[in-house]
Structures are given as C-alpha cells and as structure tokens.
C-alpha cells in the first residue's frame, strides 16, 4: 500500500473556496483509482469525487458537480479536491482513499487504502 497523507481542510465562510492534497509517498501503480469521500456527523461516509491515476475516468457526485475538481500531479504524486462555491452542507470530514483497479467506486467498502481525514467547515 501507499501512505496517503491528507492536508488542506479549515474553515471558510459559505462561498469561499479551498484545496484539499492528498499526497501518496510512493508512486501509485497507474492501474490504481483515487477517490475523496468525506463523513459529516451522524451520517455514512459518502463519495465526493474520484479518477484514475492514470487519468480520466473522473467521477463527481451530484452534490459537487461544478464546484469541486478532482485532479492529480505525476510529479508532485499528489491527488487534489479543488472545491469552489462551498456550502455549509459541505462540512465534514474529507477522506482520500485509493484502491487498486482502475475502476473508481462510489462505495467505501471497494477502498483498501485510506489516508487520514481532514476537517472542512462551511460557515454560514
């Protein structure tokens, strides 16, 4: 497995934007499918956004679509969530996940490889 670490989360007012990094220490193999999900309390983990390593095959949930950009650096081996326009309904934990197929899966469970989490508050 590649260590994933996650940076980026904070707070920001609703309409404000931020970046979230996840950042694998190894080179990810490019047969491998990357994928952000996020936790708000009470409430199951849920996919936000993903692609494949390799590139293409991107994949938004309703909720973000046109407003968050998944995204990736060969060389910087980092994955990144661009996320505009944010909503307090945005505030979670985000979680960067990879898994290796280079199917990208909605579903948490298809993920074997989980970077830590990072808090995202949208104020009101």
């Known amino acids: 497995q590649v260590p994933l670490v996650v940076s980026g989360g904070g707070l920001v007012q609703a309409g404000g934007s931020l970046r979230l990094s996840c950042a694998a220490s190894?080179?990810?193999?490019?047969?491998?499918?990357m994928a952000w999900f996020r936790q708000a309390p009470g409430k199951e983990r849920e996919f936000v956004a993903g692609?494949?390593?390799?590139?293409?095959?991107?994949a938004y949930a309703d909720s973000v679509k046109g407003r968050f950009t998944i995204s990736r650096d060969n060389v910087e081996n980092t994955v990144y969530l661009q996320m505009n326009n944010l909503k307090p309904e945005d505030t979670a934990i985000y979680y960067c996940?990879?898994?290796?197929?280079?199917?990208?899966?909605?579903?948490?469970?298809?993920?074997?490889?989980w970077g830590q989490g990072t808090q995202v508050t949208v104020s009101s």
């Open positions: 996940a990879s898994r290796r197929n280079a199917v990208v899966s909605t579903t948490p469970a298809d993920y074997d490889n």
């Open positions: 692609m494949r390593w390799s590139g293409g095959g991107t």
């Open positions: 190894g080179r990810p193999i490019g047969w491998y499918a």
